[in-house]
C-alpha cells in the first residue's frame, strides 16, 4: 500500500487564531497528522497565510520560516523512512516507529551535543594553559633578566677592581 508524507495544517485553528503545523501521512487516501513540537512539548502553530500547502512548507513571508521548514523536512524525512521501512503502515505502526525514532535522534543529537562540550572545555583549558604557560616564561624571563643584569654589574664591579688592582700594582712600582 503506497504512503504519501508532507507537511500540512489542521483544519481547526486554536484559541489564538493560528493554525497547528504538522506532519500528514497520508495511508489508502486516508490522512492523519502528527503535529509538530517545540522541543519544550509545545504545539507549533502559524498563521495560515504564511503556509503554502501545495508544497506543504512556509511561505518566506514568516521571519524564522527557514527554520520551521528544516523542521518539516526533518520530520517529513523520518516519518517517510520509518514508514517505508516498516512491513505494517498502518498510522499506528508508523507514528509509534516516528516517535520512537526521534527520541532517538534527541538522545544522538543530546549526546553530540555532550560531546562538542566537552571538546570545548579541553580546548578552553589548553587555552588557559598556554595562557599560563606564556605568564610563567614571562616571569621565568624577567627572573633571568635580572640575573643577567646582576652579573653584568658583577662584571663590570670586578674590570674595575681589576683595573684598580692593576694601577695599584703599577704605583707600587712606579714608587
Do not use: C, W
Not at 497520508?26 to 508544497?55: E, R, W
Not at 635580572?146 to 663590570?156: H, I, M, N, P
Amino acid at each position: 500500500m503506497s504512503f504519501t508524507v508532507k507537511g500540512s495544517l489542521t483544519a481547526k485553528k486554536n484559541k489564538n487564531g493560528l493554525y497547528p503545523l504538522t506532519i500528514r501521512y497520508t495511508i489508502g487516501g486516508v490522512p492523519h497528522n502528527i503535529s509538530l513540537k517545540t522541543s519544550d512539548g509545545k504545539v507549533i502553530s502559524v498563521d495560515k497565510n504564511d503556509f503554502d500547502t501545495v508544497s506543504g512548507l512556509m511561505k518566506q513571508t514568516k521571519s524564522n520560516y527557514n527554520v520551521l521548514n528544516n523542521l518539516i523536512r526533518k520530520h517529513s524525512q523520518v516519518l517517510e523512512d520509518v514508514a517505508a521501512a516498516s512491513t505494517d503502515k498502518s498510522f499506528k505502526t508508523v507514528k509509534d516507529l516516528y516517535v520512537h525514532r526521534i527520541a532517538e535522534i534527541k538522545a544522538e543529537e543530546a549526546k553530540q551535543a555532550a560531546i562538542e562540550q566537552r571538546e570545548n572545555t579541553i580546548v578552553k583549558a589548553k587555552k588557559l594553559h598556554s595562557i599560563f604557560s606564556a605568564e610563567e616564561a614571562v616571569e621565568k624571563k624577567k627572573t633571568l633578566s635580572k640575573t643577567l643584569t646582576e652579573l653584568d654589574r658583577e662584571l663590570e664591579q670586578y674590570k674595575a677592581e681589576g683595573v684598580k688592582t692593576v694601577l695599584n700594582e703599577k704605583e707600587d712600582e712606579f714608587k
